[in-house]
């Protein structure tokens, strides 16, 4: 949230409950982060 990866939603129907999804921003990174996934499959 503080960097804008992530909007917050609460909702306050029953039961109370929070979701989270990507920004655009925090989409862009998904190419990276499989990248990084797959090094450590290889290497770690």
């Known amino acids: 949230m503080r960097l804008q990866l992530v909007e917050k939603y609460d909702f306050e ?3 109370l409950h929070t979701e989270y999804e990507l920004t655009k921003k925090g989409k862009s990174l998904m190419p990276i982060l499989k990248d990084l996934n797959q ?3 290889e290497w770690l």
Do not use: D, N, V
Request: no cysteine; glycine share 16%.
């Open 13 to 15: 129907s029953m039961p």
């Open 39 to 41: 090094w450590g499959k």
